[in-house]
């Protein structure tokens, strides 16, 4: 199970109600902040998770309103908490600017902090034994946009009944069956583990794209994802802006979401220019499980299902 708390879901510029691009992904003990526009600080303090264990960025490309955030992020790091080392993950050209940025802020050298300035390309770039991020290209405006797919890995059920009537006692022969490993019984019968592990189930598989201006190259990484997490700058009567800035209309993230198969679409980068109800409105005629949210909603992504966390 993945959770996600929105930080920031507006475009360009910050709005009354709503910050600039961040969310923060969680996973167990994981956190990934991905984006971190300005004001993403208070963001994390507002959300009551603060800056605990966030030692990973993932990036989804290199405008002002997806990293200047990290300025005053690496600052705070720095002097007030125990945070040592700091990954950033991106495509080449927005860890340039996230350079630029540094030399402002590291200059001097009165900032103590290692930072990893990561680059990415399209494939697997995390992961551990419950779970795995990918990158996959995005076309934006710019070189080098990523999305992020964040999957946890699928597990094969075991099968008490079989392993009953194989005679498989119960205890440490079991666990290694799980393993994969093959146990010899007392009658020295070999059990090997496909015959008491199941069908793989996969699990929960959370999709992030940030700014975008087409969808088609996304169709198959969206597939049947659980929730997809996308902008939607523009409504339909604005398309053709859409695209001369490289952005989405709810319409083209909906149309997205619902060829995909994908469970619960989350529209974020909401212009000041829309109301949140039209945003909705236009993306549900289109892919009914369409949330718009608020910055510090929380939700938790699991296989099948994605709910609300009140906090
Ligand atoms: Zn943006
Ligand atoms: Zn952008």
Known sequence: MFQVVFLGTSASAPSVDRGLSANLVLHRDHRFLVDCGEGTQRQLLRSGLGFRKLDTVLLTHGHLDHILGLGGLVSTFSRWESITNLSIYGGQWALERVEDLMKVVLRGGEVDIGIDLCAIHAGVIWENEAMRIAAFPVSHRGPGCYGYLFEERGHRPFLAEEADRLGVPRGPERKRL??????????GAVIAPDQVLGEEIRGARLVHVGDAGRTDNLLEVCR???ALIIEATYLDNEAEM???FGHLTARQ???????AGVGCLFLVHISRRYSERDVAREARAIHPNTIVPRDLDHYTISRGAVERVET
């Open 242 to 244: 859409a695209e001369r």
């Open 224 to 226: 049947d994802a659980d």
């Open 178 to 187: 799980v393993q994969g490993e093959s146990v010899t019984l007392a009658d």
């Open 253 to 259: 993230a909906a149309e997205l979401a619902a060829a």
